[in-house]
């Protein structure tokens, strides 16, 4: 019976942009990749948690702007693992 070996693709820590450009390349031109969703899921998404980019643009709820006391704490920390 014929086997398959599966190769992890070249992915190291610092990402290249070079070889991400080539496997890229290289999966558009040998592979057919699906652009069909699968049986069941929704076309459209409605829900009150979908958001777009306009809806948050300008808003800024979701960061945090540190203290001086949070700053001090985390420096604190740093200190003691180093």
Do not use: C, N
């Not at 599966?6 to 070889?19: G, S, V």
């Not at 991400?20 to 699906?34: D, G, I, M, V, Y």
């Amino acid at each position: 019976m014929p086997t398959t070996t599966i190769q992890q693709a070249e992915i190291e820590y610092h990402p290249d942009l070079q070889k991400w450009q080539a496997r890229t390349k290289r999966r558009l031109e040998r592979e057919t990749l699906s652009k069909d969703l699968p049986p069941g899921f929704p076309a459209k998404l409605d829900s009150p948690l979908v958001w777009e980019g306009a809806d948050i643009q300008g808003r800024y709820e979701w960061t945090y702007s540190l203290t001086e006391a949070d700053v001090r704490e985390v420096d604190a920390a740093l200190l003691h693992f180093k």
